[in-house]
């Protein structure tokens, strides 16, 4: 069974940065995509950002692609993503996944439905 804790959520204002973390108790850590999903108030949970198992390929969705930055520490297992110039549109519950397969590219990442509690960030002046 996958655990994965995120954490780094919190209130902040238009323009900010914010780093989320996530921490997975799986392993082989280092052989799986990861990706962070989003559900914004009343939408479905979208797909974010998601990586290689090695770090070495990103992928981003559309409305990701400018102002975030997916990240991992394979030694700590840590996943992360860097928000920066926050907008509102970004206030969402952030949840972290790994691929239901290992050696997966990062575009094909599929979640292995393990979700974690969350965290919750809201964007607000």
């Known amino acids: 069974q996958v655990h994965v804790v995120e954490s780094g959520g919190g209130v902040v204002q238009p323009g900010d940065s914010l780093r989320l973390s996530c921490v997975a108790s799986?392993?082989?850590?280092?052989?799986?995509?990861m990706g962070w999903y989003r559900r914004a108030p009343g939408k479905e949970r979208e797909l974010v950002a998601s990586?290689?198992?090695?770090?070495?390929?990103?992928y981003y969705s559309r409305s990701a692609k400018d102002r975030f930055t997916i990240s991992r520490d394979n030694a700590k297992k840590e996943l992360y993503l860097q928000i920066d110039n926050v907008k509102p549109e970004d206030t969402a519950v952030y949840y972290c996944a790994v691929d239901n397969k290992d050696f997966g590219r990062a575009p094909d990442l599929v979640p292995d439905g393990s979700w974690g509690q969350g965290t919750e960030v809201t964007v607000s002046s």
């Open positions: 799986i392993p082989r850590f280092r052989a799986y995509a």
């Open positions: 990586i290689t198992g090695a770090g070495t390929t990103t």
